[in-house]
Structure formats: C-alpha cells, structure tokens
Nanobody
Framework: QVQLVESGGGSVQAGGSLRLTCVAS????????MAWFRQTPGKEREGVAV?????????NYADSVKGRFTISKDNAKKTLYLQMNSLKPEDTAVYYC????????????????????WGQGTQVTVSS
C-alpha cells in the first residue's frame, strides 16, 4: 500500500514563495515517475511538474510555471518537493502529489491517468 502525504501549502502574497513537500510510504522508490498537479473549482486538474525515475530524474513543467517552479526529489527519504517562487494569484489551487507505478513513459507531462497513487492535496492561496 502506497500513501502520499502533502504539506507546505498556505497563504502568501503575490511574488512570494512556498515549498510543497510530499512524503511517500510503502512500496515506492526512485523508479517511480512522480508529479505535482493542481486543481481549482470548476476546472480540470492540471499537470504542473513531473520528475522521471532514476537518480537525477528528467523534469518537465507546464508552460505556466516554467522558470518559477522547481520539482525535485530525495529518493532516500521518499520525498518529493515543489519549490514555487514568484507566485501569482492564478497559482491559487489545491496541489496534489502523484506517483506512477513506474517510469514516465516518455511523455513530457503524463496525464493524470498515468498515475496510480495520489495524495490528499494541500491548498495554496496567492493574494494580489
């Protein structure tokens, strides 16, 4: 059984920073493709950033966050991070951590259906 627990969300003013953390438990390690998604009411879930399997892990980002967000992981700690800088009001959403059964399959940003495990989400609110 795999569990993902996010933390680090909160309220911040535009231009500020937050770091989200996702701690995994169970049978999951560096061979799993992992990602951050976000969702706002009435909108579809959006892939924000992905990091592929392996020690370094190939990363990719949604155009809306490129240059501002950084995804990283610590395989030994089974922990995924999302460093969010220069936050904008449009970044306001519930952010979810997701893990696939194995690698990312070559897709730039695999869709939500690629992932088997999801966290409960953490709210990020950015005020102008």
């Amino acid at each position: 059984q795999v569990q993902l627990v996010e933390s680090g969300g909160g309220s911040v003013q535009a231009g500020g920073s937050l770091r989200l953390t996702c701690v995994a438990s169970g049978y999951i390690d560096g061979r799993n493709c992992m990602a951050w998604f976000r969702q706002t009411p009435g909108k579809e879930r959006e892939g924000v950033a992905v990091i592929d399997s392996g020690g370094a892990g190939r990363t990719n980002y949604a155009d809306s966050v490129k240059g501002r967000f950084t995804i990283s992981k610590d395989n030994a700690k089974k922990t995924l991070y999302l460093q969010m800088n220069s936050l904008k009001p449009e970044d306001t959403a519930v952010y979810y951590c997701a893990a696939a059964l194995n690698y990312c399959g070559g897709a730039v940003l695999p869709p939500g259906g690629w992932y088997r495990y999801w966290g409960q989400g953490t709210q990020v609110t950015v005020s102008s």
